[in-house]
Nanobody, 125 residues
Framework: QVQLVESGGGSVQAGGSLRLSCVVS????????MGWFRQAPGKAREGVAV???????SYANAVTGRFTISKDYAENTLYLQMNSLKPEDTATYSC???????????????????WGQGTQVTVSS
């Protein structure tokens, strides 16, 4: 079956960096739309960054200029490079995939049908 497994979370001080990874298994089409989402305690899950089948990306305003989403198509692995981290970036980060080819760059969780279990990112001031 399809599995998405995240790694790379941890605890850092404000201004630091982390790189999240999401390995996809059980799904051979490596150009599916994929995205990173996060959920802080007591808050709704929000879209952070997405990459579509053509490699185009989109970011939430809160992370634009600090986060970079990328994909290793050969390894079917999604990445999120997070720089200049802020305490408000603290959340559980999950990767998600929308099966098949897509041109959209939706940050809505409703548009994704496979999810990872999440990895915790904690940023201290």
């Amino acid at each position: 079956q399809v599995q998405l497994v995240e790694s790379g979370g941890g605890s850092v001080q404000a201004g630091g960096s982390l790189r999240l990874s999401c390995v996809v298994s059980g799904y051979t089409y490596s150009r599916a739309c994929m995205g990173w989402f996060r959920q802080a305690p007591g808050k709704a899950r929000e879209g952070v960054a997405v990459i579509n089948s053509e490699g185009s990306t989109s970011y939430a305003n809160a992370v634009t200029g600090r986060f970079t989403i990328s994909k290793d198509y050969a390894e079917n692995t999604l990445y999120l490079q997070m720089n200049s981290l802020k305490p408000e970036d603290t959340a559980t980060y999950s990767c998600a995939m929308r099966s098949g080819y897509c041109r959209g760059r939706s940050l809505s969780e409703d548009d994704y049908n496979y999810w990872g279990q999440g990895t915790q990112v904690t940023v201290s001031s």
